[in-house]
Structure formats: structure tokens, C-alpha cells
């Protein structure tokens, strides 16, 4: 009798019953498709659209019975109840509980209820969703759409995958700096790092993060070599390259000495032609005679360093040649002699005649000669000031 | 088993009584609808109002209408409790033997009025409490059955406390109802004032007989209960204890202890008289509502805390009502939506009841025109 009854409102109560089922699972939809898309696009998986899309068809279709059945379809108490509500002042939930109770008074309850349920539109049962249910829902629909055009743009190239964004605009940009020698060689590079120890090599690399300061770097030269430049312009053998903005590559260039200076070097020691016999051996354009006793110059550095093998004659850098009255201490000035004038005429020359180089670098190096020339005259001008003055005396 | 007739009777005999009634009380509707309701129920009722608001002549009413054996008993400090039950004295009899006969009692009549029954000392107090329950009465180790129906409808002052002795909870536990007699409005003020000048006579016409009230009482008592509502009634009696498993915040907080099992069983008698009384066949939660705080608010021991906060029992039962439809998923009953918790917790803050504090925090009685105007069914306030 009662499901007579309550025919038009089971069925209502039972609509609001399927719909709270069909939003509820269209939550744990919308949430799969939500974390599938976002989870795809971030790790660049383009599959991941049509994975969520389907997954949100099939949760919804799959739990919404499910829902239905276990939680919302409506009992025969419940819809008593929802029907009480309109006023019926628990009418209905009695006549549900009397309804096999025989006696007159469960009969006239029956009546009783009966015609008070003629009285009211079955229309005002409403349909009510908890607003917890609807919040959820339209969460849902928002996270879903968004990753759907999320999805859709990156399935479409139009924007590119999360890491990609994560790393080009979170993650801060790093720029590689490589200091090496160049390929004439003729030094090696020294780099000081955070934790002051340096390591010497032909090439240091280095990561730097954007804006910040790159290591100390020092171009130490090999013997007979002089450290030119490097080759972005910058002259000091010692650099620090502060608010790194982009990647560099740099080269420390070497120049090796001239033969000739080789050669004066080789004669450095030797002791000057005022000190010195003249010998058969010696031909005239200075050459040494291989048969002949070596000059103190060519020693061994034991011999060289005994005063009595110098015959008196100065040592160190810039030590006299045996060709030359230069690299002489007279009156506490070193007399270079021509020394760097015979260097500096042949940097010249090679300079000239080396097409292959670099005209900044041609630059530099001519630089390089021409101050050291001049430092050669200052002392040059003070020596002549010295001899004047010593002559004077 | 109740007939067509039973149900037919009924109506016709409450809408009598209640027709009769007030040919001589001016007003009170929902105190004379409270002190029906618990007579057909079976219940004893006390009320509890100033000096002149009616009482006294509405229990007065009642004995003519319902035509039973009316007495009534001035209770007084010196009011002894055999002064009450009766007591045994000794008889000649014809042949000049000496024997104990027993001298019955007011208290053996049907419907008893103890007035001021708070002057009377607690022993005296007492002497009622086996009648009220028990409907029988023991003197010298005999005891002996009243009639029935029985009723003790009591009165009590809540503004003279001096020499009084506030009733014990026992006592208390056995009134079905406890009424509280508002002050009379301005109409009813002036229809009182013009009806008795013309006369003082009392002119309610019997219409109910004893044997009629129980039939009532059996009809009523076929009313069935759903068992929800049952459950929903058991609930708000359990959920005025503050270490019930249902307790309610308001409990935890204000009651030091809350109503007894006669409180449920008190509130689903009452809400079936009710119920039938408003032509219907069923129990309602609204039935039940309404009734809480007739049956629970002298039931409700309140604590130090509420009695600090004047806070009254009316606003207690409220709150627990509130809070238990509330944990139910039942809409509030009109009167609470209309009226927040804050609200009714101000209304027992009246100058009214600060000018009459009591010992247990029962008798926050208020009787000026804001919290008349709160006042809802049975005098809640």
C-alpha cells in the first residue's frame, strides 16, 4: 500500500537519488581526468588527454550505479520522511511503521494520513543536493576543463610541457665558462675556487648560475713563453668575470720568444767582452764554435751560479749576452743593452708577416713590445743619467 | 482496543472540557491546555506563578469539570503529614470496645490541590510522594488505595522564599508537568476584571466524569508512536545528562544532573493526549517539542555555572532541543529558529529574575511584559 502511495514520490526522491549519484561520481571523475591531464602535460606524455577523458566516462558510468544502489536510492522510511517534511507532522513515517497493524486506530492513522497526503503536491518535494556535493562538483568541473584546455594546448604544441616550463622559467639559468690556452699552447691556466685551492690545466670549465660571479682565473705562462692576452680583449694574466650573463669561451694566448732571444739567452751568462779573451774559436757574426770550451753561459746552473766561473759578470733575468755589453749592473741600473730592441724588431717582423693573426691580437702585441721598449728607454735614459753623473764624479 | 465511539468521545469530551474551562479561567490558554493534557495522561501538575494570576481557581475549575471529589489543602509550616493521609484514631463501637479506625486524609479525594505546597515542611512534603506515584497511601503499616483517577495539582510562589522548603527532587521527579502561570495580558486583564465584577460565582458545568477521564486516558494511550519520534523523545531526555552517551553541549555545560526515565515516559503520554487532542493519530516531533519543557524544566538540575549566568532552565531545554534536532538533521522548531540560543539565554537575565534568585537556579520566574511576549506554549519562555 505504501509503495501505492508513494509512487510519484519515489520517483522524484528517487531522480534526486540518481543525480546525487551521477555528480558524486562525476567528482572522482573529473578529480582522474584532473591529476591524468596535469600529471601527462607535466611529464610531457601526450597521450594523457584521451587517458583522463577516458577515464572520466568510465568512472562516472562505472560508480554511478554504484552510488545509487549503496547510498542514495531512497527506502521506503526515507521517502516517509522526505514526505513528512511538507507538513504531514510524521503522518507518513507512522502509517509506514502501522502498516500491517490491524487495529482501528492504525486504520484510522491510515486514513488520517492518507488524506492529508491528498492534500499536498507531491511537486513540493523538492529536489535538494547538500551544497557540499555542489561545491565539490563545481570544483571538480573547474579543475576538469582547465586541464582539459591545458591538455588540449599542449597536445596541440601550443604550449610546452610543465618540466620544460619548471625549468626554463623557475629553475635559475646556468652558463658554462671555459677558460683554456689557446692552441700555440705556451701557458696553463689556473683556476681559484670557492674552497681556495686552484688547479693548474690547458683548460678550466666552469658552471655558473646567472648573475653571479665566476672563479678567479690565472693565465701562468711556460718558460720562454709571455702571456699575451686573452683572446675577448682583456689584457691581465689574472681575471674575475662578475654577473655572468651568457656562456664564454676564452683563450689565454702565449707568445713564445724569438729564436734570437733564445739565443740570448742561451749567452745570458756569458761574460762581457770587456772580460773576456778573445778566442780563435769565435767567428765573426758571434756563433759559437762547437768544438770550442763552452762559455760560462752555456754551464751547467751550478757553474753558473759560482761567482769565480762568472768571471764577475751579472746574472739573472736579463743577464748580459756574450754578444752584447747589455744585462750589466753599472752603478745599480741593469744595462739591457739591445736586447729588447732585437725582439722587438722581430715580434715586428713576424707580426707583419703572419697574415693568419688576429689584427686586435697584432695590436696587443705590438702593444705589449712597444712598452716594454719603452720601459727599456726610461732605463736607458736613466743609465745615460747615471754614466753622465757618474762621469761627472 | 479503541473503537470509532472511543476516539468520537474523546473529541467531543476535550473540546467540552476545554469550552467549560473557560467559562471561568480568563486566558492561560496554554496552562489549562497543560493541565488537561497531563490530567488526561494521568500525570500531577505543578504550578508555579505570583500571587493572584488564577492557580488556584483554575485547579478549582478543573474538579467542578471533570466532576470528581475536589480537596484542598493549605500547606503551612506546621501542616502535619497526617493532616494529609489521615490517620488512625480511636472509635468506640457498640458494644464499647475500643478500636483503631482510620480517618482518611484529603489526600484521599480525586483531585487534590496542594496550595503553596512549598510552606510545608519537607516531611509533610513527602507525605505526598507515595500517593502521587503509587496512587495508594500507607498509615500504620496499611496501605490503602486512592481513587482514581488521582491528581495533585500543586501551587507554589516563586518571589517568597522565606519559609519555604523548596521541594526535593523526588518530589519534584513526580509532576508530570510543572506550569508556569504567566501574568495575564491587558485584554485578559480587562475580560477578568469585568467578569468579576459581575460575579465571583463559579459557573464551569461538569461534563467529564472519572470514568469518562480514564476512558480518555486508555484512548490516548493507543495513539501510536513512531519509532523515530520515540527514538527523537528518548534522546532529548537522555541529552539533557552531561555524561550521557547523546549528552548535548549545552548539558555538559549547564546541568548538573538531567531529567529521569519518568521525564520519557511523562513526555510520549503526554505528546499521545496531545496529538489526539489536535485530532491527530500519531506522535509528532512538534508534539514532542512542545512538551519538553513542561516535562523537563523542573526535571534539569542546573549547575553552578548556568546558575551564575542566570541562565534559565527554559533556555536549557531550548538548547538541547536545538542541539538534538540539530545531530537528527530535523528542522528547529519555529519558536527556537525564531528565537537563538543568545536570545533565550538573555530572557532568563530579566529584572524579574534577578529579583528572585533561588537556591537551585529553578525558579528564574520572570513575570514582566518582554518575557510574557517570549513566552510560547506551557509558559515556556
Known sequence: MANNVFKKYRARIAREGILKSILLSACIGLGALSLTVLFSWFFGFKGGLYVGLGLLVGLTALLAPLFYYKLYRPTTKAIAKRVDELGLEERVLTMVELENDPSYIAMRQREDTLKALGSVDHMLVKIAVSAALVITFGVGVLLGCSAITVGSLYVADVIPSGVSLVSENVLPKTFTLTYSVSSSGGGSIVMYTDDWSNEQSVSEEVIVTEGEDAPAVLAVEDDKHIFVGWSDGVTEAYRQDVNVKGNMDVQAIFLKYAENVEDAESDRFAPPDIYREPRDNDNQDGETDPDAPPWPGSESTEQLQDPENLGGGGNGPGGATQSDMGNQIIDGQTFYGDTYEDAHSEAMDRLGSDESMDDGLKDSISDYYDSIQQDSSKTGDGEGEGESEGGGD | ?381
Open chain 2, 1 to 381: 482496543m479503541v473503537t470509532e465511539n472511543d476516539i468520537k468521545q474523546f473529541s467531543e469530551l476535550s473540546n467540552n472540557i476545554f469550552a467549560q474551562i473557560k467559562r471561568d479561567v480568563i486566558g492561560q490558554k496554554e496552562v489549562v491546555e497543560g493541565t488537561v493534557i497531563a490530567m488526561i495522561a494521568g500525570g500531577n501538575v505543578l504550578l508555579e506563578g505570583v500571587p493572584g494570576v488564577g492557580k488556584t481557581r483554575l485547579v478549582r475549575t478543573l474538579g467542578r469539570v471533570f466532576d470528581l471529589p475536589f480537596a484542598r489543602i493549605q500547606f503551612t509550616p506546621d501542616l502535619m503529614p497526617a493532616d494529609v493521609t489521615g490517620t488512625n484514631i480511636i472509635v468506640k463501637d457498640d458494644n464499647g470496645n475500643s478500636t483503631f479506625s482510620f480517618q482518611p486524609g484529603p489526600v484521599f479525594s480525586n483531585i487534590i490541590l496542594a496550595d503553596e505546597i512549598n510552606r510545608a515542611t519537607p516531611k509533610t512534603q513527602s507525605a505526598l510522594l507515595e500517593a502521587m506515584q503509587e496512587h495508594t497511601v500507607t498509615v500504620m503499616g496499611v496501605s490503602r488505595k486512592l481513587n482514581e483517577p488521582f491528581f495533585v495539582l500543586a501551587t507554589q510562589n516563586p518571589i517568597e522564599q522565606d519559609g519555604t522548603y523548596p521541594l526535593p527532587e523526588a518530589q519534584m521527579d513526580r509532576f508530570m508537568f510543572k506550569l508556569i502561570v504567566p501574568n495575564p495580558s491587558l485584554d485578559e486583564l480587562m475580560s477578568i476584571v469585568s467578569l468579576t465584577q459581575k460575579t465571583m460565582a463559579e459557573v464551569a458545568d461538569p461534563v467529564c466524569s472519572g470514568e469518562q477521564l480514564l476512558k480518555m486516558r486508555e484512548t490516548a494511550n493507543q495513539i501510536p508512536v513512531a519509532e523515530e519520534v520515540l527514538k527523537y523523545a528518548m534522546m532529548l531526555c537522555s541529552a539533557t545528562h552531561p555524561d550521557s552517551e547523546c549528552a548535548t553541549e549545552a548539558a555538559k555545560k549547564y546541568v548538573r544532573l538531567g531529567a529521569s526515565p519518568r521525564a520519557g515516559q511523562a513526555l510520549i503520554s503526554a505528546a499521545k493526549v496531545m496529538a489526539l487532542i489536535k485530532g491527530r493519530y500519531n506522535v509528532a516531533y512538534s508534539d514532542i517539542n512542545d512538551l519538553a519543557y513542561p516535562v523537563l524544566r523542573h526535571r534539569i538540575k542546573l549547575n553552578f555555572e548556568a546558575i551564575a549566568e542566570r541562565v534559565s532552565p527554559d533556555a536549557i531545554v531550548g538548547m538541547v532541543i536545538s542541539e538534538v534536532c540539530k545531530k537528527n538533521k530535523l528542522p528547529a522548531p519555529a519558536s527556537l529558529a525564531s528565537a537563538p540560543v543568545s536570545a533565550q539565554k538573555e530572557s532568563a537575565e530579566t529584572p524579574a529574575a534577578e529579583a528572585a534568585p533561588s537556591e537551585n537556579g529553578e525558579e528564574d520566574i520572570s513575570d514582566n511584559k518582554n518575557n510574557k511576549k517570549k513566552r510560547g506554549l506551557f509558559g515556556k519562555k
